[in-house]
């Protein structure tokens, strides 16, 4: 087993680097630790993902390419612990072709990874600084993901967007601005989850907090945006299994992209709905609910408490006959697996020299900090 003397000559410090980057690429796994234990034994520890919102550990996601830490965080939580995209009966299959329209750093492309490895996922991001963001996590964890620096909408087209560097996840097109709305969200959601939420995220919410506390600067982008049958047509796709759209107010537009000859290769889409009064998304809900309908599909539509009144609504389609689709169901909401010590040394051994394997792997629900030693 590996020491500071193996037979390869490395010093314990790369031999750790080595095997804490490989295991970053293991389903499941958020974050990696190599230590050595009282037996002077090299011990690998793992850190699932979902963890996190218990933990308070937010070293996983400063290892992550993100913008801010408060919105890293809040995009973990949302997707990895509240599973939003997985509610109203979406499930995730074996090989399942995933679409990812409004990516942002690529948060939900590292969720279809964790939950669904055999996954292909294409990833759909406009903004060009956190595109590259985007990048950065799906080259450093080897995902299945192919990423587009170009939103999706109703025409091929370049449009202004409005990115805001410290919070971009409420960066949209100009002519869907309304920031007011996002400043009632954000402090909603810090007033529920203090109330009812997790205990340890004080800091957290905090973080969150701050970001509507202060005058925002954005900067004016010109991004392209194509239509999904267009991307459809060029990357030959013959099935898509789930369309997850977060497009701030233009997820209409994106379906309205989609051609008649297309919809039926479509089996899901799980997707967040701007509705609200007075504003260009008045009566969203009730058209894309039609449009939806009128495609075939089942349809659903529910509302957090938390979100109630701030005109946002999760909507859920699913195509019936999907459940009788062969292919195996590899991930559901509440579903996820335990990550099993003896499975993930088997995978190291078939990816790692001998000399650089770890003698013990420990599935862990907390790292200790500082660096491996």
Request: glycine content about 6%; aromatic content about 8%.
């Amino acid at each position: 087993m590996a020491t500071p003397d193996n037979s390869l000559g490395l010093p314990l410090r790369q031999v750790a680097a080595e095997i804490e980057g490989t295991l970053r690429r293991y389903p499941g796994v958020a974050r990696a630790r190599v230590i050595r234990d009282a037996d002077d034994r090299l011990v690998a520890q793992v850190l699932p993902w979902g963890t996190l919102s218990v933990t308070a550990d937010t070293g996983v996601l400063a290892e992550l390419a993100g913008m801010n830490m408060a919105e890293t965080r809040f995009l973990h939580d949302e997707i990895f612990v509240d599973e939003v995209y997985l509610r109203g009966g979406i499930v995730l299959r074996e090989n399942a072709v995933v679409f990812d329209v409004g990516a942002n750093v690529g948060m939900f492309s590292l969720f279809i990874g964790s939950r669904c490895p055999s996954a292909e996922v294409y990833a759909f991001e406009p903004i060009p600084e956190v595109f590259a963001k985007l990048q950065q996590n799906i080259c450093e964890r080897g995902l299945n993901t192919r990423p587009f620096n170009y939103g999706l909408s109703d025409r091929d087209q370049e449009v202004s967007f409005y990115y805001y560097p410290n919070i971009s996840i409420m960066s949209c097109r100009h002519d869907y601005t309304n920031w007011d709305n996002e400043v009632d969200l954000i402090k909603r959601y810090v007033a529920n989850e203090r109330k009812s939420g997790p205990p340890g995220r004080a800091e957290h919410l905090a973080e969150v907090e701050s970001l509507v506390a202060k005058d925002f600067e954005f900067v004016e982008h010109r991004c392209r945006l194509r239509t999904m049958s267009s991307v459809i047509d060029e990357a030959g796709v013959h099935r898509i299994d789930l369309i997850k759209i977060d497009a701030q107010r233009a997820e209409y537009d994106v379906l309205q992209g989609i051609e008649a000859r297309h919809w039926p290769l479509i089996q899901q889409v799980s997707m967040e709905v701007h509705d609200e009064a007075a504003s260009p998304t008045e009566g969203r809900v009730k058209q894309v609910t039609e449009l939806l309908a009128e495609q075939g599909f089942r349809v659903s539509v529910e509302v957090e408490e938390m979100l109630r009144g701030t005109g946002r609504y999760a909507v859920y389609a699913i195509r019936p006959g999907y459940e009788s689709d062969p292919r195996p169901v590899v991930a559901a909401a509440g579903t996820a697996h335990a990550i099993k010590p003896e499975l993930v040394a088997d995978w190291l051994s078939a990816r790692l020299p001998v000399d650089l394997l770890p003698d013990r792997v420990d599935v862990v629900d907390a790292l200790p900090p500082g660096e491996s030693s």
